[in-house]
């Protein structure tokens, strides 16, 4: 298969429009069995459940070429599994996991020319998403939805090497306590984009959000999960019902107990304790684990000891392991690592 003509390791995360993607359609209370197409667009009525009130959600995953040529993709069930339970909250059917991991392969196998190459530091980003489609103006779920996946690749994370975050606690909150804060869906997006660009405006690369109810405890940032270290080598990792539960996240604290022989420890992190850690990092599928190095608590500044210039190092031996492991160089847990070709 010849690679498309692309800059792999220039390319920054922005949408390219591949060749394929798959579509299925729910109606009258089943879903048919999906296509690979080439169409682009999305054709719905000007008053579709997704347009009036945001019924949507969405998973975000990659694939890969190992360092032996196989094309990859990192733990789908759990991005399948995650769908499901997101669909449920907002009142829309499952796509069941098996049925999703299918349709993402074969999206990506579809796309093969578009997955980039071992060593460019690029990657296939998947986008599997659902909407209600059918037209709603009273308010309650639609009755008709499609189910679609595409593909656009994306450069490496860290181009020009790691710069460690400066993030500020954020006077909006994310999610309420008993909310949806939990799930993927677009409505959590659109709501934290205002949040997101004051903090840009500010000087801020991300916001530090905190528990709505009690705003002393850490939740996330807009869209990746806290990982803390303390200073003698133990993760700790948020508990929240109100956070959305990071595969990435998930994969650090298994590799940290099984890999590298760290204590690991998911509990309530108050914002007052977070002077007390030693690193800290932002984990999600984008960059894996992007580095933390100064937290700014209304004009208060929070410096992370080791971490201000580079990864500090339990981060570095998380980010080396699970990225190795991804790239077939580390063996993987059973299952962890799905091969498409
Ligand atoms: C997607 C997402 C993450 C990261 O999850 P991964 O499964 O690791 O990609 C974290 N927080 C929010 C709010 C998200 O939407």
């Known amino acids: 298969m010849e690679k498309k003509n692309i800059d792999w390791a220039n390319l920054g995360f922005g949408y ?80 069941p996991k098996d049925k999703f991991v299918e349709a993402v392969i074969k999206t990506i196998k579809a796309n093969e020319a578009y997955v980039p190459p071992y060593g460019s530091g690029a990657t296939l980003y998947i986008r ?21 996946v595409f593909t656009t690749p994306v ?27 939990h799930i993927k869906a677009g409505l959590n997006y659109a709501m934290s984009l205002h949040a997101i660009v004051d903090a840009h405006n500010q000087g801020y690369d991300e916001n530090m959000y905190l528990d709505a109810a009690t705003r002393t405890k850490v939740e996330e940032t807009g869209g990746a999960n806290f990982l803390f270290v303390t200073k003698d080598g133990k993760v ?30 998911e509990r309530e992190v108050y914002l007052d ?12 599928t984008a960059a894996v684990i992007s580095p933390v190095g100064k937290i700014v608590d209304h004009g208060k500044e929070i410096c992370l000891p080791s971490g201000m210039t580079e990864m500090g190092p339990v981060t570095k031996k998380l980010y080396d392991t699970l990225t190795g492991i991804q790239m077939g160089t580390i063996k993987a847990p059973e299952g962890w690592v799905v091969e498409v070709k």
Do not use: H
Not at 137 to 145: D, H, L, M, Q, T
Not at 256 to 265: M, Q, V
Not at 273 to 284: P, R
């Open 128 to 148: 599997p998403y659902m909407f209600g489609s059918n037209p709603v103006i009273g308010v309650k779920p639609a009755s008709e939805y499609q189910f679609r």
């Open 236 to 265: 700790v990792t948020p508990k929240s019902n109100s956070i959305l539960p990071s595969i990435t996240r998930r994969s650090l604290v298994q590799v940290a107990k099984e890999y590298l022989g760290l204590e690991a420890e």
């Open 16 to 95: 390219i429009q591949t060749d394929y993607r798959f579509v299925s359609n729910y109606k009258n209370g089943a879903w048919d069995d999906g296509i690979i197409t080439e169409d682009a667009n999305v054709v719905i009525s000007e008053c579709a459940g997704v347009l009036q009130y945001a019924q949507t959600i969405f998973e975000g995953m990659k694939a890969y070429t190992t360092a032996d040529g196989r094309i990859v993709t990192f733990r789908p069930d759990l991005n399948g599994e995650r769908m499901e339970q997101s669909a449920a909250r907002l009142e829309m059917p499952v796509f």
């Open 155 to 181: 450069g490496p994370y860290f181009k020009g090497g790691v710069k460690p975050l400066t993030i500020r606690v954020c006077d909006f909150d994310r999610a309420a306590p008993n909310g949806t804060g």
């Open 273 to 284: 304790e977070v002077k007390d850690f030693a690193e800290c990092g932002l984990c999600g």
